[in-house]
């Protein structure tokens, strides 16, 4: 696979993280505490198979991904 479709796939991964993350603080004002559990548990299991299954394998085939990433979130504190 080539490096740009590597960084794109890995840069997609974690937005997608984000996003279902960000739902989990969401759903506490709009469901009740039971179902917000239970979705809530449902959401980190599918972010950490974003995580482990797609951005993880990207940064095994391209190592200095990795640290690209980290380097850009020390600069600007936020994932670009």
Known sequence: ???DI???IAKVAFRSWSQMADL???LKFHCEPAEHKEIGKA???ACGEVIFEVQNKMYALYPELE???EETIKKYERSI
């Open 43 to 45: 959401i980190a299991r």
């Open 67 to 69: 640290r690209e990433y």
């Open 1 to 3: 696979m080539d490096k």
């Open 6 to 8: 590597a960084r794109h």
């Open 24 to 26: 989990v603080y969401w």
